[in-house]
């Protein structure tokens, strides 16, 4: 990821994922914001990928398409709540090169290298699940009431979309597809 993101986009990332045998230590709030804004901008671009690939059948189409939707206005909610709090917004990525690099470091496979819909919607849904962690670790770091609605709203939406990935993977195993009891992504 260029200067863009790696640097500015996500400069929570270190704090969302702990290292090997280590507990993350706990971001600011302005770094978990912008981590979060850093991985929705992340998402929007990979759903757009994904859609454009022309690997998706009719069904993974259209879910993406809808998700597409929501990660955007995710965006555009986690934007406003950051200009508000006055927390520099990041840039999203400017194509696949620096989306590989950003994906990398929240370990998540290469778009680059997902050129099946089956490896499209595994990356999806991983990245839906590290969604999911940054808004677990957003909700830790903040105490502001508006953001933490909005973290916790956003929050259950990754989580179902997480969980229709899995479905389209995995459409009759119902044990996969559940998701857990309390939901906290990977971070």
Known sequence: MGAGIAAAAIPAVPA????AGGEAATPTQAEALAGALGVEQLAVFCYRHALTSGTLGPVASALANAFLVQEQAHAA???ARAGTLGVAIPPPPADVTEADRALEALHVRDLSTARTQKH????????????????????????????LELAAQIMGNEAQHAMWLRA?????????IVPSAFAEGRH
């Open 168 to 176: 389209l993977m995995t459409p009759r195993d119902v044990m996969k």
């Open 77 to 79: 909610a986690l934007q």
């Open 16 to 19: 969302l994922i702990a290292p």
């Open 120 to 147: 499209l919607i595994a990356l999806l849904e991983t990245l839906e699940e590290v969604s999911e962690g940054t808004y677990y670790v957003l909700l830790g770091a903040t105490g502001e009431a508006a953001l």
